[in-house]
């Protein structure tokens, strides 16, 4: 575990040497950035994921891959270290977001699982705990006949996220979706935390509305006329 890295101006460093990144995405609570160069232990080019202490998603799913190593729809998510105000995961850079070209199998399993997903939640309400959510989304997706694979991967996602309360949820869609450099459907990132999403939303809008109020935007003054 390497407890000194540091990013900075698209560099990380780490204790085994300076690595070039760029972000390619943001969520709310974490920040991915991609190597510019193939990684050579693994042939493959790396995702480091910078994530807040809010939320333990992407220790979760680092948790879910120890839990079940062989499964190729679990993301290989695993913590590297921490910079002084982030904790940093590593991953290897998936194709996403999901195409139905790039895995047949896993767009029909896709449709599937989202379809047990919305009926989960049209039949339990919005405000039922999400492990109460992700459980009838897992029977659904067995009875809907997915690959045993892909279930296999959402019992162990949703056993996982139970051991951080129940809270997580899934979420199913093609840009949290991709695919391996073998072509199998990666669940890349289907969990999240309602309660601290709801939380950070909460945040960002009180700081918004103080915000207004302490520089409140100045009126218009009216547009004068021409002199006749």
């Known amino acids: 575990m390497d407890d000194t890295l540091r990013l900075s101006r698209g560099v990380l460093y780490t204790q085994d040497g300076p690595i070039k990144v760029k972000r390619i995405g943001k969520g709310a609570f974490s920040v991915a950035m991609a190597s510019l160069d193939v990684n050579p232990r693994t042939g493959e080019r790396d995702v480091f994921l910078f994530s807040d202490?809010?939320?333990?998603?992407?220790?979760?799913?680092?948790?879910?891959?120890?839990?079940?190593?062989?499964?190729?729809?679990?993301?290989?998510?695993?913590?590297?270290?921490?910079?002084?105000d982030k904790t940093v995961y590593?991953?290897?850079?998936?194709?996403?977001?999901?195409?139905?070209?790039?895995?047949?199998?896993?767009?029909?399993?896709?449709?599937?699982?989202?379809?047990?997903?919305?009926?989960?939640?049209?039949?339990?309400?919005?405000?039922?705990?999400g492990y109460d959510i992700n459980f009838a989304t897992l029977e659904c997706a067995r009875e809907a006949g997915v690959r045993q694979s892909v279930a296999d991967a959402l019992e162990t996602l949703v056993d996982t996220a139970a051991n951080y309360g129940d809270a997580y949820q899934f979420e199913f869609s093609p840009r949290n979706l991709a695919t391996d450099a073998r072509g199998n459907?990666?669940?890349?990132?289907?969990?999240?935390?309602?309660?601290?999403?709801?939380?950070?939303?909460?945040?960002l809008y009180d700081r918004a509305q103080a915000t207004r109020f302490r520089n409140p935007s100045r009126r218009a003054k009216p547009a004068r006329g021409r002199r006749r």
């Open 90 to 129: 590593v991953m290897p850079l998936y194709k996403s977001p999901l195409r139905k070209g790039d895995d047949p199998k896993g767009w029909k399993d896709y449709l599937a699982v989202k379809k047990c997903l919305d009926t989960a939640i049209r039949s339990l309400g919005h405000k039922a705990s």
């Open 185 to 203: 459907l990666v669940l890349l990132d289907v969990l999240f935390d309602k309660e601290a999403l709801l939380k950070r939303r909460k945040a």
């Open 53 to 84: 202490d809010d939320t333990s998603d992407k220790e979760l799913l680092s948790m879910a891959h120890d839990a079940d190593e062989r499964n190729p729809h679990i993301p290989k998510v695993e913590k590297l270290g921490y910079t002084h």
